[in-house]
């Protein structure tokens, strides 16, 4: 073995190993990672990026080109309104550099401002995308049921101060389970190419004050969960029978239900992906909510 003057063999190894190492950081950096993150939506005009930039997605996407020193794209799960919250929202990116998942977390957070922060990133396939892979969303809505509003509950809680019948909501709320086409619960705006949706459940409870309508579907058309929650909250207070949900539902015509109900209580709760997808990440719960 012919070594260059001033060379031993056991620099030449430390640069090999080095020259490895490079390499399987290079094949690392190109790992696809799934993020998840929460968010008070008050201060925000929804999750999807604007010219003015005051949304949750232009702030994230500007906090990843901080921390990595390079422009980063993201693509969600689920687009959030104005002043809707998330507990558990779901985006994926594809970084030019490679990050353990603690350093995602605490390094992107330091250029967060306090009402968004990262809570887990996790390394997943090539084959995974936050918004295609995701096979249901679960939605929850609080109204808090007082005869007078609660300011510290201001723009975390929808607010009815006529007293609610639950139980009435509730057998309303199960002429929605199933595959539907909720055309009449859909905004006029909404994008998507079709209105049918499979709601897998659908349950209102109360806790105290506190009204929970809780929903879980393959996906939600633009304004569906706060339409549903207003012609339930019609229902509560005694201005419709339940069994006309069944006939709003039928109509296929959003001029013949309820109004759409305030953002201000409703939350992103939770996405589920296939295991084998993604699996075992920490989630915020409804119930760690002090309510």
């Not at 008070?40 to 990026?49: E, I, K």
């Not at 007293?163 to 006029?188: E, I, T």
Request: net charge positive.
């Amino acid at each position: 073995m012919f070594l260059p003057k001033n060379q031993s063999v056991a620099s030449l190894t430390v640069r090999h190993e080095r020259f490895v190492s490079e390499l399987l950081m290079h094949d690392r950096a190109i790992e696809r990672i799934a993020l998840g993150l929460s968010y008070d939506g008050f201060p925000w005009l929804g999750w999807q990026t604007q010219p003015n930039r005051l949304t949750v997605q232009d702030q994230v996407e500007k906090a990843l080109a901080q921390f990595v020193g390079a422009p980063v794209a993201t693509v969600c799960a689920g687009r959030t309104d104005t002043g809707v919250h998330a507990l558990n929202q779901v985006i994926h990116i594809d970084p030019p550099v490679f990050r353990d998942t603690t350093a995602w977390v605490r390094g992107l957070n330091s250029f967060l401002p306090p009402s968004i922060a990262i809570q887990w990133a996790r390394p997943v396939s090539g084959a995974f995308n936050a918004r295609f892979s995701a096979i249901s969303r679960t939605y929850h809505y609080i109204i808090i049921n007082t005869p007078v509003r609660q300011p510290l509950w201001a723009n975390r809680a929808g607010w009815c101060f006529r007293a609610l019948d639950v139980c009435q909501m509730q057998q309303a709320a199960q002429c929605l389970v199933g595959q539907h086409d909720f055309s009449s619960f859909r905004s006029s705006q909404c994008q998507a190419a079709s209105p049918v949706r499979e709601m897998h459940t659908l349950t209102v409870k109360r806790a105290r004050d506190f009204v929970i309508v809780s929903l879980r579907a393959n996906a939600f058309l633009h304004h569906m969960v706060r339409n549903i929650v207003g012609e339930l909250v019609l229902v509560g207070q005694g201005k419709h029978e339940p069994g006309r949900v069944v006939q709003v539902l039928e109509a296929r015509d959003r001029t013949v239900a309820a109004p759409t109900f305030s953002a201000a209580g409703l939350y992103l709760s939770q996405v589920q992906y296939p295991h084998e997808l993604l699996d075992d990440v920490p989630t915020i719960s409804i119930d760690d909510l002090p309510i």
